[in-house]
Nanobody, 126 residues
């Protein structure tokens, strides 16, 4: 079992930055690829970013490409999401998730993930 706890959410102004952290416990995440998803009120959960288990490969939704950066520190069992140039449409609950499947084509689908955190709220004001 892997437990995931997100932190770092809050209120930001448009154009500002936030850094989300995801702390894993229970077992090492070094063999898991990791993803960030978000869900706005009344909308489905959507893919934001993912990083492969080994670290060098990253994937982003078109809506955040160039503004968000996902990274991981396997030694600390941590995953991060640096969010710059925030927009009001980035407002959502952000979730960290772990996936055992090594195939990157599954990284974009929430139901493929094995473990989820409880989420952290990000609100961006205009």
């Amino acid at each position: 079992q892997v437990q995931l706890v997100e932190s770092g959410g809050g209120l930001a102004q448009a154009g500002g930055s936030l850094r989300l952290s995801c702390a894993a416990s229970g077992r090492t995440i070094s063999t898991y690829s990791m993803g960030w998803f978000r869900q706005a009120p009344g909308k489905e959960r959507e893919f934001v970013a993912a990083v492969s288990w080994s670290g060098p490969d990253t994937y982003y939704a078109d809506s955040v490409k160039g503004r968000f950066t996902i990274s991981r520190d396997n030694a600390k069992n941590m995953v991060y999401l640096q969010m710059n140039s925030l927009k009001p449409e980035d407002t959502a609950v952000y979730y960290c998730a772990a996936i055992r499947d090594p195939y990157s084509r599954y990284y974009f689908t929430p139901r493929r993930y094995d473990y989820w955190g409880q989420g952290t709220q990000v609100t961006v004001s205009a």
